[in-house]
């Protein structure tokens, strides 16, 4: 209990204002702690600022100049976040919708966001890949061919994959679907549009 309270009773010590070279310093650090983009670095250091403030001496800081410089030296390629965050979504069964709503909120800009949009193979793939891991459809534990499910648990499951981000028609084909099979064959009638 006494350690407790000499954690809370510690002062916190004052964050040093911050100028041009501690700023890049934060940047660096930020960057090499996280996967991010350009507009999201700007934004964390604009926070840094507010937070810190600039010492007297420091002038005016110039955040797009070391955004600039980090981004030409190679620490941050917005294209490569893109791509990997896109892959990484639609692997966990997000949709579409989801995809570009984290690339949206990352700063990707629009032309980014459109050549990492995943084409209709990739949809129907994150589609199986989010009823297979939460059983929905014929992925489920209580699914009857014969019956179906019941109307409740139906539209509770194709809500769900519409708010993961997916389009109603492909939330309704996966939770419709009369078997695993079926639900692969429909993956497979995608690839098989792009051969």
Request: aromatic share 6%; charged share 30%; no cysteine.
């Given at each position: 209990m006494a350690a407790k309270q000499s954690r809370s009773s510690r002062k916190?010590?004052?964050?040093?204002?911050?100028?041009?070279?501690r700023l890049r310093d934060l940047a660096l650090t930020y960057v090499a702690r996280f996967s991010t983009t350009r507009a999201k670095l700007v934004m964390y250091l604009h926070r840094k600022i507010r937070e810190r403030g600039v010492a007297e001496d420091a002038g005016e800081l110039d955040?797009?100049?070391v955004a600039d410089r980090i981004v030409e030296l190679g620490y941050i390629n917005d294209a490569?976040?893109?791509?990997?965050?896109?892959?990484?979504l639609l692997r966990k069964g997000y949709g579409g919708r989801r995809v570009d709503q984290a690339l949206?909120?990352?700063g990707v800009d629009e032309k980014?966001?459109?050549?990492?949009?995943?084409d209709e193979s990739n949809r129907r793939h994150a589609a199986m890949a989010l009823a297979s891991k939460r059983g929905f459809g014929p992925f489920?534990?209580?699914f009857d061919a014969s019956r179906g499910l019941d109307v409740a648990k139906r539209e509770k499951q194709i809500a769900a994959m519409v708010?993961?981000?997916?389009?109603?028609?492909?939330?309704?084909a996966m939770v419709d679907a009369s078997s695993v099979d079926d639900a692969e064959q429909w993956v497979s009638e995608a690839e098989d549009d792009w051969t």
């Open positions: 916190k010590r004052a964050a040093t204002p911050l100028d041009q070279a955040v797009d100049a490569a976040y893109a791509q990997a965050k896109s892959a990484g949206r909120a990352a980014l966001r459109s050549d990492f949009a995943p489920g534990r209580e708010r993961a981000g997916h389009d109603f028609a492909a939330a309704k």
